[in-house]
């Protein structure tokens, strides 16, 4: 009777054994799916970059010949890699570069001491000073897009660095993100050092900042794609090419005529590359990060 009895349930396990297997080729083989469609486009674009004829781009695109190079060059990079010129666009890299690392820079100061102030300050009415903060997100950036030029340009500022960074440098979603860390550090710590005698100031500087470096990396990380992105206002304030990014100057080869796919796939690989050096260099924080928010819901 017994005998009978574990015959049973080795079927019944057999069965179930199966379907866990066949559901986990199933998860694979749509895992697969989903990053050969994600990858797909950065593999054709970096592929179409060592192409130099840009009518064979265009005449590849829709086929698999469109991943496929057999004769790669790094002619597009050395045309689009000039600091002068008509292609200058090793200019505009570098211009993209001082502006996203002094948005960045700037922003994590500015919102990361604001933040603290919201979290342990001693300000009045710091409730709804957060409300406002919370607000002012969920207005859309395009909405105060032409008030914000016609300030800037009676400032004098248009055509500079510094109205590509100023007006982006304070975030309400940045803010939030920073007060959200701070206030869940332990109350222990800040009482601790107000014992011992220390500011705000170096509370700030030297036991939370330190202590926020998930809440930083997540900043950099966002605050550094927001800014790298940045297409319609810099098309607004800039009208040369002295601090003109690269997302702007890439627009330059879609003409009315032609467009110069080769040069503007070129163009588009060096444009990716700093801000994945930014998510590398961070991606041990940033990772952390979310999956703490995760956890605590």
Do not use: H
């Not at 496929?68 to 990079?77: G, I, M």
């Amino acid at each position: 009777m017994s005998d009978l009895v574990l015959s049973t349930a080795q079927v019944e396990v057999k069965p179930a054994r199966s379907a866990i297997g066949s559901l986990r080729t199933v998860q694979t083989a749509c895992i697969l799916i989903v990053a050969l469609v994600i990858v797909s486009p950065l593999l054709m674009l970096f592929v179409a970059s060592l192409k130099d004829d840009r009518f064979q781009i265009l005449a590849d695109m829709g086929s698999f010949r469109a991943f496929w190079v057999s004769d790669p060059t790094l002619s597009n990079f050395q045309e689009v890699g000039n600091f002068s010129g008509q292609l200058a666009f090793g200019r505009y890299l570098v211009n993209s570069l001082i502006i996203l690392a002094s948005t960045v820079g700037f922003g994590l100061i500015v919102n990361s001491m604001a933040g603290f102030v919201l979290a342990w300050g001693s300000l009045r009415g710091r409730a709804l000073i957060l409300s406002l903060v919370i607000a002012l997100y969920v207005i859309p950036q395009e909405s105060i897009i032409m008030p914000l030029v016609i300030m800037v340009s009676r400032a004098g500022m248009t055509d500079t660095f510094a109205v590509q960074i100023v007006p982006w440098v304070a975030s309400p979603l940045y803010i939030f993100l920073f007060y959200q860390f701070f206030a869940q550090l332990p109350k222990e710590l800040f009482e601790a050092a107000q014992i011992d005698g220390a500011s705000v100031f170096r509370i700030y500087r030297s036991i939370f900042l330190p202590l926020s470096l998930p809440a930083l990396a997540t900043v950099s990380i966002l605050m550094g794609i927001e800014a790298w992105n940045q297409y319609l206002w810099p098309i607004l304030v800039t009208q040369t090419d002295y601090a003109r990014p690269i997302a702007v100057a890439i627009a330059t080869f879609f003409g009315q005529d032609s467009i110069y796919w080769d040069r503007a796939m070129a163009a588009s690989v060096l444009m990716m590359i700093p801000i994945l050096v930014l998510y590398l260099a961070f991606q041990r924080w940033f990772v952390s990060s979310f999956v703490g928010s995760a956890v605590k819901g």
